[in-house]
């Protein structure tokens, strides 16, 4: 039956019509009986929320134009995992001596 088909081809196009609408809306926050979640809570980069309690204060002595603080003279630590150890960073002095001699 024509009329049968055509009547399938409108729900359906009814159907893929409303999903492709709900694909580009942005998601719901997430709620927990009725109470948002991590609403007044700051979120790490994974999105995550971050715990007060382990967020160490920030040396601002260093700070650079841009307000980023300087972190390129980090203190020596060694790990008993040697990849996560720092290793004590050479002088300039030391580094453009060692990149004449290397040249």
Same mark, same amino acid.
């Given at each position: 039956?024509?009329?049968?088909? $055509? #009547?399938? =081809?409108?729900?359906?196009? %009814?159907?893929?019509?409303?999903?492709? @609408? %709900?694909?580009? #809306? %942005? +998601?719901? %926050? +997430?709620?927990?009986?009725?109470?948002? $979640?991590?609403? *007044?809570? =700051?979120?790490? =980069? *994974?999105?995550?929320?971050? *715990? +007060?309690?382990?967020?160490?204060? @920030?040396?601002? !002595?260093? @700070?650079?134009?841009?307000? $980023? @603080?300087?972190?390129?003279?980090? !203190?020596?630590?060694?790990? !008993? *995992? +040697?990849?996560?150890?720092?290793?004590?960073?050479?002088?300039?002095? !030391?580094?453009?001596? #060692?990149?004449?001699?290397? #040249?």
């Amino acid at each position: 039956n024509p009329t049968i088909i $055509m #009547q399938f =081809a409108k729900i359906l196009l %009814a159907l893929i019509s409303v999903t492709s @609408v %709900a694909a580009f #809306q %942005a +998601p719901a %926050a +997430p709620r927990c009986f009725g109470v948002v $979640m991590n609403g *007044d809570r =700051a979120v790490g =980069a *994974d999105g995550n929320p971050l *715990d +007060p309690m382990k967020i160490k204060p @920030v040396n601002t !002595e260093h @700070v650079g134009k841009g307000g $980023m @603080v300087d972190t390129r003279d980090p !203190e020596v630590m060694t790990h !008993e *995992d +040697p990849r996560k150890s720092i290793s004590a960073a050479p002088s300039f002095e !030391e580094y453009m001596k #060692q990149r004449a001699a290397e #040249q």
